[in-house]
């Protein structure tokens, strides 16, 4: 049967040139257009006129996978925008590091600040990026690296803000050479945070993840997103945490991560001395720079496990959970979640950027905060906590370090001109829970090999395979079992208007899937 295959590529290949003349650089032309274009009902119709033209499926990844990228200056940062999901435009930054060549796959690194709360975008964000470590350690280690800002709205974790990280790795994608299997999330507080979840939640564009004083919680919390600890056994995360973080220390978070080790996550976890900052850089960035070179991703993973509630979380890799079925979970289906105990002292607000007066410029205000109960607000100048004058952010930590949970506070704010007292009480003591549950989830946990993929599933109602012809040999049958039933038995083809679909949602020319096998279990 090879042998046969074979034949008739090697005939297709030399009647090519004399049925068809200038049919390559036909198709090529088009495919150079289309990896041009935007989205849009021009370039679907582009991808079927491709799909008919007899192009072979071979030979379009071929020359999609030796794209050629323009130059660009090195060891500059440039500054781009992209439209967002709520029609608003936000502003990244790309930085190109010294020496980049545009013929050599170069790994990236998606950098994400933290306060992403706020209300505003920060003021000035090239200067921001320029002077930022992150830009310090993606130059000293030879990485291009994606910038982008969040604020109120388009944080880590909601939809506007995770559509706008995913939209700015295709557009570097599309104008520098990366390198697929080496994409970085590096990221502090909020950053942090978001390694977590997007571990959780999205991460087949990743290699591995890097939480610095993160809390594995808040894309659940917060976000109201369905997170669960198995997933991160898919991609590795590098976690950190300090012992006196005001927000997260690591008496608090070293619960969470013992629970998602026992979960099958794949996590390294290192604690230091230190607050809420980054004290233990030089110590610590050498070894994630080794770790990152110690971990590129693992394209086409022969074991999976995944788990969502909701369809539009449901893809990892090469396997997507599409439907969930309303029955009881498997007897192997646990949930991993655990009751933290919230002890920090936060009054509830946001600070605004660029106040350079004394005291501190209230720039949003936490609903259900202990600020939302005392009336604090937007605008408000807080000059004065308890009998301590406030001129600046250490003062009001001062102030907290006296505090416990449920304390009366007292605040002093300047309104229009106007001194106005505030009291109130901190919130007390409590629990919650690290993951919300609102829905029930579907879990499968999958192995191929040799054209054979087993799945354990739980609550598995329908899900799809992507094909890679790496991964499936595609001349043999596709056996999928499913709790030992067989699902599928079947030879694939290779579908190019999918693949070209497929590579232009993801950028992605190290996993140019060719087709996508659809299962609804009875």
């Given at each position: ?103 050599e796959p170069t790994p990236l690194l998606v950098a994400l600040h933290g306060g992403v709360s706020r209300p ?93 004083n993160g809390h594995m919680g808040v894309y659940s919390l917060d976000g109201d997103l369905p997170t669960y ?294």
């Amino acid at each position: 049967m090879a042998r046969y295959v074979l034949m008739v590529a090697i005939l297709v290949v030399a009647l090519a040139g004399t049925i068809a003349p200038g049919w390559a650089a036909d198709w090529q032309a088009q495919v150079d257009e289309l990896l041009a274009m935007g989205a849009g009902s021009e370039r679907d119709a582009l991808v079927d006129e491709i799909a008919t033209s007899g192009a072979n499926w071979q030979d379009v990844a071929a020359y999609i996978q030796e794209i050629e990228f323009p130059a660009i200056a090195g060891g500059e940062a440039y500054l781009r925008e992209n439209l967002c999901l709520d029609d608003v435009t936000r502003p990244w930054v790309l930085y190109v590091p010294t020496g980049y060549d545009p013929a050599e796959p170069t790994p990236l690194l998606v950098a994400l600040h933290g306060g992403v709360s706020r209300p505003e975008i920060r003021a000035e964000p090239l200067e921001e990026v320029r002077d930022s470590g992150y830009t310090a350690f993606a130059g000293e280690h030879g990485m291009l690296m994606a910038f982008p800002f969040g604020q109120e709205g388009a944080s880590w974790w909601d939809e506007v803000g995770m559509t706008n990280i995913r939209d700015i790795i295709r557009a570097v994608k599309t104008e520098c050479n990366v390198n697929d299997d080496r994409v970085y999330m590096l990221g502090f507080s909020d950053g942090g945070s978001a390694g977590f979840g997007h571990a959780m939640l999205v991460p087949s564009d990743y290699a591995a993840f890097f939480a610095l004083n993160g809390h594995m919680g808040v894309y659940s919390l917060d976000g109201d997103l369905p997170t669960y600890a198995p997933n991160m056994a898919n991609t590795p995360v590098y976690a950190i945490t300090t012992f006196d973080d005001e927000l997260y220390p690591s008496n608090r978070m070293r619960p969470t991560i013992e629970l998602a080790l026992a979960a099958g996550a794949d996590i390294t976890y290192y604690e230091h001395e230190g607050q809420h900052d980054l004290t233990y850089g030089d110590v610590e960035f050498p070894k994630i720079a080794a770790f990152m070179d110690r971990h590129p991703r693992e394209p086409l993973p022969a074991r999976l496990t995944w788990e969502t509630a909701r369809p539009e979380y449901g893809l990892c890799r090469w396997f997507s959970i599409d439907q969930m079925a309303i029955r009881e979970a498997a007897d192997w289906h646990r949930d991993y979640n655990t009751v933290l105990v919230d002890e920090t002292i936060t009054v509830g607000f946001v600070p605004a950027d660029g106040y350079a007066g004394e005291g501190i410029l209230v720039g949003s205000v936490v609903d259900d905060s202990a600020a939302d109960d005392i009336g604090l607000l937007a605008g408000d100048i807080i000059v004065r906590a308890g009998d301590c004058e406030i001129i600046d952010g250490d003062d009001l930590w001062k102030y907290k370090q006296t505090l416990q949970r449920g304390d009366y506070i007292e605040l002093e704010v300047q309104r229009d001109d106007t001194l106005v007292p505030l009291s109130g009480h901190l919130p007390d003591i409590s629990g919650y829970l690290l993951f919300k549950r609102e829905l029930p989830s579907a879990r499968a946990n999958l192995q191929f090999s040799a054209n054979r993929i087993e799945i354990q599933g739980s609550r598995l109602s329908a899900f799809s395979v992507r094909v890679h012809p790496q991964m499936i040999d595609l001349t043999h049958n596709l056996v999928i079992n499913v709790d030992g039933e067989c699902v599928y038995d079947a030879v694939v083809e290779p579908d190019l208007a999918y693949m070209l679909g497929n590579f232009l949602a993801s950028r992605d020319r190290k996993l140019l899937y060719v087709a996508e096998v659809q299962v609804v279990l009875p």
